[in-house]
Structures are given as C-alpha cells and as structure tokens.
C-alpha cells in the first residue's frame, strides 16, 4: 500500500507542480488587476525576458502559452470597471524572419488577430524595457513570462482610466489653461 502511494504521488506531484504554475499566476493576475490603475503596466513576455530589479516590477513565470496569456488578460482588463489597455509591441518584430525565429510568421498571425480591434502602437524593444524599468521605479509593473521562444514577441500593455478617457482628459486641461489668468 505504501509503495503504491509513493507511486501515485511520484506520478500526480509533477503534473499538478506543472497545473498550479499555469493558473497560479492567474490567481495573482486576479488579485492584482483590481489594486492597479492608470500608469501601471502588464507585460507578457517571451521567456528570454530579462529579470528587471525596479523595485515595482513583480516577475511571474507563467509556463503557458503566450497567445493564451495575452487573450485572458485582455479578456480580465476588458471585464474591468477601472482600467483599459494601451498597447505597444516591439518594432522589430515585423523584421524578425522564420529562417532565424522559426515560428515568427505564425506567430505575428495568431497576435493580429488576438489583437484586432485593439491600437496597437510599435516601439524599439529597448525603449520599452527602459520604460518598464522606469514606470518601476514608481508604479507597478506585473511581467507575465511565458514560455514562447521567439524574439521581439513581447506585448506592453499600459493601464489607463476606463472611464475617463483621454479627450476627456484634454477637454479639462484646455478648461484650466484658459482660466488661468
């Protein structure tokens, strides 16, 4: 009976280690999302993303597939009452060939259509990290590792207020320029 046990759990531990790391970071995502606002960012990134030590950048390794990490937290961001996604993806990545990423072109596919409706605004790979890096320094960045092998396939999402938005914002500021006296 013992050994039968020790069996059984040599078998089920690794599987559910694996299962806990694919929803854990969901259960962090959830707990997360409603405590982040405008200026605060959610990074899904390939699994070379590099470990950044901001203090406001939390690191998660999410063991799944990046198309599917990147549609639930669009999905989870979407059913929020506070915050809308800004996104930008790295510039290189329209340049980034099969031959030297097998799997690029595919990819660029899947994102497209996980992205239509979504603006998306392009930036240098090296911007982007800079700017994460600094956005720690004050707000929270949340980076959601998976595990794609692809270059230049990391999608920055910043947080911005739902339901204030940005004309909103500009109609006020013009409002206050021309109070002044």
Known sequence: MRKAFLVLTLLIVP????????T???TTLAERLPLLGHRNWILI???AYPLQTSPGVETIETNA????????V???IDSSIHVRPEIFMDAELPFVPDQDAPGASEYRRQIAEVLRGYKVDSELHDKLIAEMGQAGQTFRVLVLKTNLTVPYTSVFIRLNCKYWPTD????MRARMAAAKP
Request: proline share 0%; aromatic share 10%; hydrophobic share 40%.
């Open 65 to 72: 597939d990046q198309i599917d990490v990147v549609r639930y």
């Open 74 to 76: 669009l999905q989870q």
């Open 45 to 47: 990134a390939d699994s």
């Open 24 to 26: 854990g970071w969901k």
């Open 15 to 22: 599987f559910a280690a694996r299962t806990g790391a694919q």
């Open 168 to 171: 909103a914002e500009n109609r």
